[in-house]
């Protein structure tokens, strides 16, 4: 059973914006750490983080890679949690996954450690067109 479900993704054109949704009835970002990971379509394996949130906890984090222009939050007592993505780059593209990991992880600054997290949603997909 899908414990996290993804949505939003889309083919846009660079300098575009999107915003990302992570459902989850199973989890909540008051409790768990809730993160947005990226990897090249069919290469999970190779996925990064792009932010994070522990909102239990009062923290969010970012990957360097996108502070200025991603924005992650929750709403629905943190059983929904969204990725803002602006100004968009071709660089963007990628299957993009939210994981949700213990607030332990988030809590201690550890949130870029994808082998923390022990549940992954299928993804959604961006694509961005220069």
């Known amino acids: 059973q899908v414990q996290l479900v993804e949505s939003g993704g889309d083919s846009v054109e660079a300098g575009g914006s999107l915003r990302l949704s992570c459902e989850t009835s199973?989890?909540?970002?008051?409790?768990?750490?809730l993160a947005w990971y990226r990897h090249p379509p069919e290469k999970p394996a190779e996925r990064k983080g792009v932010?994070?949130?522990?909102?239990?906890?009062?923290?969010?984090y970012y990957a360097d890679s996108v502070k200025g222009r991603v924005s992650i939050s929750q709403e629905n007592a943190g059983h929904t949690v969204f990725l803002q993505l602006n100004n968009l780059t071709p660089e963007d593209s990628a299957v993009y996954a939210c994981?949700?990991?213990?607030?332990?992880?988030?809590?201690?600054?550890?949130?870029?450690?994808?082998?923390?997290?022990?549940?992954w949603g299928p993804g959604t997909r961006v694509t961005v067109s220069a």
């Open positions: 199973h989890y909540s970002a008051d409790t768990h750490c």
């Open positions: 932010a994070a949130i522990y909102s239990g906890g009062g923290v969010t």
């Open positions: 994981g949700a990991a213990l607030s332990e992880w988030c809590r201690d600054g550890y949130w870029d450690m994808w082998y923390k997290y022990f549940d």
